[in-house]
């Protein structure tokens, strides 16, 4: 079966750096993306990642290794405005996005 | 300007009674889909259409059936819903899949009772 997997919960003190990990086991592969959802909201987009290697804009990164299977979402300088779930979603070889459940990301003061 | 409306916003039903959620985009995207999400199981999709007249199932497309008439378009239909199709509804589009941002609609919370 086609499964992701992201930690259900995490906490980050304002002006840290976190790091959201996000593995996968899918049919094929076709690109991953991240988006970030607040609470009651719909999801919007962050970031794309069909290479290896790091994507970066502005205060969010977003790291891809095919071969294992894994991808981050790096948020640095926190703002309590990231308070918020964070979604990864892979598109497999037969163009279906599979979506993960999130992780919701607390920003304390 | 560019947006994915979704109506309505709110719903609270009957079981057996038939609803209709409209969903449109403005964007002149090719591929739209719907999903729902429940709490700890993230987005799953119902329905997707990849062009107007081509509609395929999702992960989850039981009690639920979509049509895709015109590009901007694509209503989902409950044609006897029940209390396990309570959720939060959401209808989103983009150009394609590979790389495209999904442009998401404001979503529907919908109750059946």
């Known amino acids: 079966g086609q499964n992701i997997d992201q930690p259900t919960e995490m906490t980050a003190t304002e002006g840290a750096i976190v790091q959201i990990n996000c593995t996968y086991q899918?049919?094929?592969?076709?690109?991953l993306f991240w988006y970030q959802q607040h609470a009651g909201e719909a999801p919007t987009f962050l970031s794309y990642n069909v290479l290896d290697g790091l994507e970066e804009k502005g205060r969010f990164s977003s790291f891809l290794s095919r071969s294992k299977g894994y991808s981050y979402l790096l948020l640095k300088e926190l703002q309590m405005k990231d308070s918020a779930s964070y979604l990864c979603?892979?598109?497999?070889?037969?163009?279906?996005?599979?979506w993960g459940a999130g992780t919701k990301l607390i920003i304390k003061p | 300007e560019a947006q994915v409306t979704q109506n309505p916003r709110y719903l609270i039903t009957v079981t057996g009674k038939k609803l209709t959620v409209t969903c449109s985009q403005n964007?002149?995207?090719?591929?739209m889909s719907w999903y729902r999400q429940d709490p700890g199981l993230g987005l799953r999709q119902i329905y997707y259409s990849m062009n107007v007249e081509v509609t395929d199932k999702g992960d989850v497309p039981e009690g639920y059936k979509v049509s895709r008439k015109e590009k901007r378009n694509f209503p989902l239909i409950l044609e006897s819903p029940s209390p396990n199709q309570t959720s939060l509804y959401f209808c989103?589009?983009?150009?394609?899949?590979?790389?495209?941002?999904?442009?998401f609609g404001p979503g529907t919370r919908l109750t059946v009772l």
């Open positions: 899918t049919s094929g592969f076709n690109g």
């Open positions: 979603a892979v598109v497999d070889s037969n163009y279906q996005l599979i």
């Open positions: 964007m002149n995207h090719e591929y």
């Open positions: 989103a589009s983009s150009y394609g899949l590979e790389g495209s941002e999904q442009f």
